[in-house]
């Protein structure tokens, strides 16, 4: 199938009107913390408040969303006073002593549990480089870039966390290059920094040659360190939607160096090899978790749909389709957009829930809690709108 | 309801029939590993191999398993030798130099991880109570009585493991405290040690005084140190089925110290509290966790069932109704009985799937992995045989 100039009109109208009618206002001012700084997240559908603990990822991304609106949609000077009251936060309570950040506080900063990986940092980062960039504050730019050199450190092994397993089995896993690209990418377009297009080229390497295994049609989620497949239940463990996910900050990457073939043809092989493997058939959706082999995975709700993977596939699917006019995406981009804004969308309360079965029912009602916030869904909603309106401004008549 | 006679002779064979015809032998002699020691229990459905590696939790409790069957239902050498087998696996190869065990070992016993907790401690203790009485073997006996002393310091803070959380908000579980009765009890069992008794009377008292809130009809599965209720997500969490595993754990202690009704009423209290908070009376089963208050649970597969908690209600209902002659538990135990049977049991090649969806179909069908092995189902296949058994003969005509 194909999208028509009027379909892609629609769909841009689409998830505009959702991003700022629906999903932002879901979350925003009620989340705003005017007594503690922060925001107060962890919120049930109505948007009730559950805990009022804050997980430090979702505060770094609730910071840098609403850094970005302001950097793109509009000047509106509350998105920048929240942002401000989030990054004010992030700065005064979420970090160690040994300049690790935390990742789950109380309402007034204090650390409740600390992680032995390191993203609530890259989380800062970008909030931190949006935030400089929307309010011109140099220190702001200049904390992020400080971060994320301490960023790579960890993820190049400098700095050692300490690890949760011996090292008689190494193993490295995709979220770390994942990562880091699109931490690179995000300070790049925030606040520019020389190292980023070196690194992000070597990173997306590193997927390349370790994690994409074309003879069997797959991204691998976690590697020897020389790249071979570790025949263990762990290391069989497939997560397609963040394959996918990886996929785009590619084709992102593709685009940002004048849509580069190779780039491109590297992201679309990815985005199919986990299509393949990740969308359920039978009952629509992305699974959670695959096996490699066909095996039963460790996880044992590794069946359930999850919202995030289906953010992760409606933008990669968008993006390769008018990235290559390939009517497989255009159709893939159709059924997975059908399927989550029938089932992960909340007709009463807006926004979406987090957690379906394989059958699409609802299994968990929380809109917010210790990692669901304003992050993937307003994300996708406001990437798909910018990438929308791009492409039809360019190939306007 | 009232169980007759008859039913429960056929109870009693339908047990001892489904341990000894069914559960066993899907388990040995396969799982034997005569090259490395221990056990290869990590098993699909049908019994083939998912991986080598061994858990150390599981070769401990397989280890268990078969010198009780050797004590309790017949000296046969094989098992005898199966569980030498699996106690110089874990001498040999789980102890790490500080004397702390590891979780995960490889086939050939190196290890790939260790834990903040000392879980696989307490399933040594047995295992080597359990093999000491089986064999005669008095190192045996010591190495349980040792270990069991390194875990009386761990659940007493003498010993500290590496925390998970900062001491902001303190806590505690009832896990340590319901393992704690249970690997004393099953030493007395099999050991003796003078420290038993009162050790497992300062753990039940613990339990009544923190964890079980009879305002709200209750059993907590955190609290602060005090026995508050921490109205924060995890603290609000319960898990229906492990309360239900400590009440039976506490009629078991009752039934031991002559029937002590206040033991008896607390056990009952629990069991009550929990199966109206756990069972499922839309669709059967027991839940896996609930929230406190009726809110949304973190853990996004809350309402799946597992097959542990339907092992424990057999177990912890059958107990009530023999020592109460209360109908209710022989009805409540006939429900989770049929349900369990029917559902969780593999016709085609034998013992349990581990892990339903809420509407009780298959999610998963590994039969072993990192924390499913040859123990709770045969434990309560056994259990029940042999409660059902003596009470018979007591009762006989």
Known sequence: MEYSRNDLLSLRNFYRDQLLNNTIPFWFPRSVDTEFGGFLLMR??????????????????????????????????????WSKNGLDFLDRYCFDSDGQMFFHVTRDG????????????????????????????QRAV???????????????????LQPKFTSTRPSKGIGVPMIMINTAQELRRSAGDPRC???????????????????????????????????????RTLNPGHAIEGAWFILQEAQYRNNDKHLV????????????RGWDAEQGGIFYFRDVYGKPVQEYWQDMKFWWPHNETII??????????????????????????????????????????????????????????????????????MMLDTHLKKNSE
Chains 1, 2 share one sequence.
């Open 110 to 137: 204090k650390p409740i549990r600390k992680r032995r990986y390191f993203f609530s940092e890259t989380f800062y980062v970008i909030a931190s480089a949006a935030y400089g960039k929307a309010s011109g504050d």
């Open 316 to 385: 990669a699917t968008l993006l390769a389709y008018l990235m290559t006019g390939d009517q497989k995406y255009a159709r893939w981009h159709q059924m997975v957009h059908e399927y989550a804004y029938q089932r992960f969308h909340d007709k009463v309360h807006g926004e979406w829930f987090g957690y379906l079965h394989r059958d699409g029912s609802v299994a968990q009602t929380a809109k917010g809690n210790l990692f669901k916030g304003p992050f993937h869904l307003p994300r996708q909603e406001f990437y798909c709108w």
């Open 44 to 81: 049930d559908a109505d948007g009730s408040l559950l805990d009022d603990d804050k997980a430090v990822w979702i505060q770094g991304r609730a910071t840098w969303l609403l850094s970005t609106l302001f950097n793109t949609v509009e000047r509106r000077t509350e998105w920048l006073q």
């Open 265 to 276: 043809e590297l992201g679309c092989r990815m985005l199919d090899y986990m299509w393949e």
């Open 142 to 160: 200049s904390s992020s870039q400080k971060v994320f050199t301490d960023c790579i450190a960890y993820a190049t092994g400098q700095k050692k």
């Open 197 to 235: 297009d070196d690194l992000i080229d070597r990173w997306i390497r590193e997927i390349e040659r370790d994690f994409v295994k074309d003879d069997i049609r797959c991204v691998m989620e976690q590697v020897s360190p020389d790249g071979s497949i570790i025949d263990h239940i762990d290391g």
